[in-house]
């Protein structure tokens, strides 16, 4: 092995070969590296790989038998194709700086932070961890080259397992522990705590939750009966210690959430105390969950549900969501509070937004999907720099509850609700929405409970709605779902056993949130990707509507009449049981099951959706109209040959690209179907696909163009019709 001092890395990078071990998995040992310095005491490991060999080098670095361990990104950026005039041969298209994950802090013994015996005994979900934040010095980069974006420099700083006083800090060479009585108790990596505390917090029985532990421990451990008598008593402590641990860390709420905030501050991105000038904020968001929003809503979308317990909690609590792999509604972060000005929401917002760029300073979303038209779009705007998205959720659920509790009658909810769909639709359908209104409040005027409800709470904003609804892309069903699963989930846990006090302090919230419900989303995670609890992730993955609906198959549905005015599901479990779905095919259909009659968007309404949107007369739902009309309005501009053109195509060009790795244009027979509405159609889920696929039909037909002319000139009349109306209300 050489050692280059004088060479420049730039140089060095073109005479190394790139390796390509054979092995699935393969590490440092399987490679030839290259020693380079800039001085005798600055020497590196480099070696190059094929860069979509990056993940296999990560896990075999990771199954290291001497340190077992996981490697987290501890900081990353990423550039452009295209962005760089000049470059070196060294330069990056990414950059990650991985870092085992029993480091870089070392809160153990001789560390720079010592446990204090507070700090042990109020665990949480911080639990064991200064016992796992062992100061471990091993990491190294991996480039993706910008010359050569298909290979990978990996520059290894330290290879060994190591603190900074030179000792093996983990694994079976390491027998030492730390903390007051900790000598005795092997510790054990994060990602054992996590699932051992998200066990306990599930509730599942002991001898379930030692028997995981301890295989997680022999993994790392390698088994001897000491090990095993310490690993139990680690379980048994910790289930002690989740037991009586408690959110009142004072008797005042103010001061107790002080002292959980001096405390979490890695769980924490924003504080603001309240004041006589400033109102309660508080932003968390664990380092779990920073990675997620990195890995599931980067280049994707972000959604909110945006004032849970408005009404029972001291403060509402806004979540912000992504959508992991299932495309289910993930919570990556909490914010507490009850304000919502501009200032205030741009506060946090960017502190949040500020912290996930430290990790990955390239992190974008596309599009943030709303559910209230009272929230501030500028901070969303300047701080996301994207679209902002509407989803109806919210007000179909209450909508829909309001119809069941306040009229007795199953004809009449029905009728009801289909009526206030109306409203909605009447936007789409250039109709005047006063008119659809007023003749609601006339036929149903007997039912003084619902028409008492609705000009009480809804008269007064439904305008500010309407014009929302009008004027920003509307989410679809699915994401629709997905956020009221995440809803409803929330709402069961908080308020299944809570007591009445305990929704009046925020130390309680904060204590639910950080550690039952953030285990819960992280095991459904883990038995989702690790494959070990069969039925978690069963439960996990048919927790929304829209996967339960996928389980339905077509021929359960049947259609009353021609006019699909009624749809009947035949129930799976008992053949002899349907539901019935009146006003098929809107996001305002009804169906009887109990499920539904909850408020819940349920699977037969989904599944009977699905259907009608293969048949080809049926109408589009109101996100197809919007998404139509994005495109047709594109479409009208600009309006001479000119430059303003090109870069007009230039963009649309890059848009379609992007739209085609989601989307497949529907090919041969069909395509005279399609093109007659528009020229793209979203497949159905199970044919979906996320590899883009190379076009051989072009996007925009000329016959599509010709028969949407007449479509757009209706278009425009309607819209001016209805600037019109809204002058004149
Ligand atoms: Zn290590
Ligand atoms: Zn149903």
Known sequence: ?????????????????????????????????????????????????????????????????????????????????????????????????????????????????????????NTRNRAARPQSMRGCTCHFAIKRLYVRPSVALVIYYERRHVNKSGFVCHGPLDKDAIGPQAKRIPYICSEIQQQTMSLIYLGLPEEN???????????????????????????????????????????????SIRMWVEKNKKSMFFYQDSSDTDPFILGIQTEWQLHQTIRFSHHSLLACDSSFGIRKLKYPLYTLLAFDSRQHALPIAWVITRSITKQDVSKWMKALADRVRTVDSCWRI??????????????????????????????????????????????????????????????????????????????????????????SCWLPKIEMW????????????????????????????????????????????????????????????????????????????????????????????????????????????????????????????????????????????????????????SPPSLSYRAFERLLLDLWRKPMDDSIELDQSMAWATQMKEKIQRLVEITTSNDIAAVTSKLPLQWLGRKGRTFVGKPSNTPALLPCSISKNNTHKKNFTKKKNRKRKMLRNL
């Open 1 to 121: 092995m050489m050692v280059e001092y004088l060479m420049e890395m730039k140089d060095l990078i073109n005479e190394m070969p790139v390796q390509d071990p054979p092995n699935e998995l393969f590490c440092a040992v399987d490679l030839m590296w290259t020693k380079f310095g800039t001085s005798v005491h600055h020497v590196h490991d480099v070696a190059l790989i094929p860069y979509d060999r990056v993940e296999s080098f990560i896990s075999g670095e990771c199954s290291n038998a001497e340190c077992p361990t996981r490697f987290h990104i501890e900081r990353g950026r990423k550039r452009k194709r295209g962005s760089l005039k000049e470059y070196k041969s060294d330069e990056y298209l990414q950059y990650r700086l991985y870092w085992c994950s029993f480091g870089p802090e070392n809160y153990g013994e001789g560390g720079t932070i010592l446990p204090s015996r507070r700090y042990r005994l």
């Open 209 to 255: 939750v030692l028997q995981t532990h301890m295989e997680g421990v022999q993994r790392y451990c390698g088994s001897d009966a000491r090990v095993s008598s310490l690993a139990s008593q680690y379980v048994q402590k910790l289930g002690m210690i989740i037991k009586r641990s408690t959110h009142e860390l004072d008797l005042d709420d103010q001061a």
């Open 366 to 455: 596309i599009g943030f999907i709303i559910d209230d038209p009272a929230l501030e779009l500028q901070p969303i705007r300047d701080i996301f720099s994207c679209p902002v998205l509407f989803s109806i959720w919210r007000i179909r659920r209450s909508w829909f509850r309001n119809v069941v509790r306040k009229c007795s009658n199953i004809e009449v909810q029905r009728e009801i609700f289909k009526r206030l769909g109306k409203i909605i639709y009447s936007i789409w359908q250039g109709m005047d929405y006063m008119i659809v209104l007023e003749e609601l409040l006339q036929d149903f005027v007997d039912q003084t409970g619902f028409i008492m409800y609705f000009t």
């Open 466 to 617: 309407l014009s929302t609804l009008e004027n920003l892309p509307l989410a679809s069903q699915e994401s629709a779902g997905a956020i009221e699963g995440y809803h409803i989930k929330l709402k069961l846990r908080i308020y299944e056993d809570a007591q009445l006090d305990s929704l009046e302090r925020v130390d309680w919230l904060v204590h639910k949130l950080t550690t039952e419900i953030h285990s819960s989303y992280w095991l459904d995670l883990y038995a989702d990707e690790s494959g070990t609890y069969p039925t978690i992730k069963e439960d996990y993955i048919s927790s929304t509507s829209w996967h339960r609906a996928l389980q339905i198959p077509d021929d359960a549905v049947k259609f009353h009449d021609k006019d699909h005015n009624i749809a009947l599901v035949e129930s799976q479990k008992d053949r002899n049981q349907t539901n019935i779905v009146s006003n098929p095919g809107s996001e305002f259909a009804f169906c009887d099951c109990s499920w539904s009659m909850k408020g819940n968007l349920c699977k037969h309404v989904i599944k009977v959706n699905m259907v009608l949107e293969d048949k080809e007369d």
